[in-house]
């Protein structure tokens, strides 16, 4: 009698082990489970303020742009340029505090991505070990015999019951398979953008550092106005009127230079044969579309009152971006200004239609070449102070000119 006290006994305690061990294990996956769940919380709670932040700088940028935009509106001075100017500077420097917010963003979003590949990979990892327990389960009943089964149940209602048991068992098992696909499914969408991200950071770093460089130029700028008119307002003037004689010295050099370059191609057969049909052209976009800065005869155009009508658009393009030919044609100017002067090339189309292509920082091709539509023939730029933006400009970007017959068009009725 003692002896089966003590079986009993024996067997209770393992069996308690047992339950110590299943809830041991199972608080550890808890506990393990709960930690990620609280980082990936408290990670969202990062991301949410970073993104409040981000806000907050995008709000003060505008209103820099705003002042810039008022002070365009009033008479050209050195004050007020030197207004613009510094509003452009504060503006910058929001702008490289913004990369490095959308940096940190980025980041955050990187760890929760990690946490959400190892919580996939937690999900997977169980969703194996059950449908092994599931398999092993099957296995088992499958190696029984009818007879068996019969001989280890006293009645036929348990015979049913461990029937529908293993029913049971398959249907967990199928449905085991699907979720394992779905995680797998949804594991691999994290791998993916885990990498997307990754790639984001490298393109966020690299516009980090041509907005340094942008701020850099522009405080350059700042410098040499300020160098150059020593604080004198009629040295300021002196420069804007300069600018303005620079501008129709290049309009009538152009219209005087197109005539010429026309008359000497037409006058070589075998050019005549490349150049693009007579009439009408559409013309491609010569940077990648990013919108619009400036419109063909812009009323809110800065220099406009100065320098005279906009006389062409002014594509949005960051500093040194490729600048590619509109159509085929050959090259009708190509003239360098050099670190203070307005660089620009020229391409004659045909026997009507030209283009112009205006701040660039880099030519790439020679006068009297012929080129191909899309060929590289250089850089933009337009950050003011640096090489080929000339004396006065608005920012980075490529000035795009549609002459018809030597009149300035607007560019609109023909890009593509």
């Known amino acids: 009698m003692l ?13 308690l082990l047992c339950i110590c061990v299943f809830l041991i294990f199972n608080a550890r996956e808890y506990v393990s489970a709960l930690n990620i769940e609280e980082e990936t919380a408290n990670l969202q709670k990062q991301i949410e303020a970073q993104q409040a932040k981000r806000q907050e700088l995008l709000n003060q940028q505008k209103i820099y742009q705003n002042k810039i935009d008022e002070k365009r509106k009033e008479a050209l001075t050195l004050k007020n340029q030197l207004s613009i100017l510094n509003s452009q500077l504060n503006e910058q420097k929001l702008a490289i505090k913004t990369k490095e917010n959308e940096l940190d963003i980025k ?4 760890k929760n991505t990690q946490f959400n590949i190892l919580r ?10 059950r449908i092994s327990e599931v398999l092993r389960l099957l296995n088992q009943n499958d190696n029984q015999n009818i007879f068996q089964i019969f001989l280890a149940h006293q009645t036929i209602s348990d015979v049913l019951s461990y029937y529908r048991y293993f029913n049971s068992l398959e249907d967990a098992l199928v449905a085991n398979l699907d979720q394992l696909k779905k995680s797998n499914k949804d594991y691999l969408t994290e791998e993916k953008n885990l990498e997307n991200e990754r790639q984001e950071i490298v393109s966020l770093k690299t516009e980090l ?3 340094k460089k942008r701020l850099s130029d522009q405080q350059k700028y700042q410098s040499s106005i300020l160098e150059e008119t ?4 009629w040295k300021f003037q002196s420069l804007l009127a300069d600018a303005i004689t620079e501008q129709k010295k290049i309009d009538n050099e152009i219209t005087d230079l197109e005539k010429r370059v026309r008359e000497k191609i037409t006058s070589q057969k075998d050019n005549i044969q490349k ?9 491609s976009w010569p940077v990648p579309n990013n919108g619009i800065t ?3 005869h812009d009323s809110d155009y800065p220099y406009a009152k100065w320098i005279g009508a906009h006389s062409g658009v002014d594509l949005r393009a960051s500093q040194g971006t490729t600048v590619r030919a509109a159509a085929s044609g050959y090259i009708g100017k190509a003239k360098n200004g050099g670190t203070k002067g307005y660089s620009y090339i020229l391409i004659i189309h045909n026997d009507k239609f030209s283009t112009l292509y205006g701040h660039v920082s880099q030519i790439n091709v020679e006068e009297g070449t012929y080129v191909k539509r899309g060929q590289i023939i250089g850089k933009s730029g337009g950050l003011p102070g640096t090489s080929g933006a000339g004396p006065f400009c608005t920012g980075p970007h490529l000035h795009f000119e549609v002459r018809a017959y030597g009149s300035q068009v607007n560019p ?3 890009l593509l």
């Open 209 to 211: 550092e041509e907005e």
């Open 230 to 233: 020593r604080g004198a307002e």
């Open 294 to 296: 400036a419109y063909f």
């Open 412 to 414: 609109l009725d023909y």
């Open 120 to 129: 996939k990979q937690k999900e997977i990892s169980e969703q194996k070990n």
């Open 107 to 110: 980041n955050l979003e990187i």
């Open 3 to 15: 002896k089966i006290c003590r079986k009993k006994q024996i067997r209770i305690n393992f069996f």
């Open 275 to 283: 150049l693009e049909s007579e009439g009408e052209i559409i013309f």
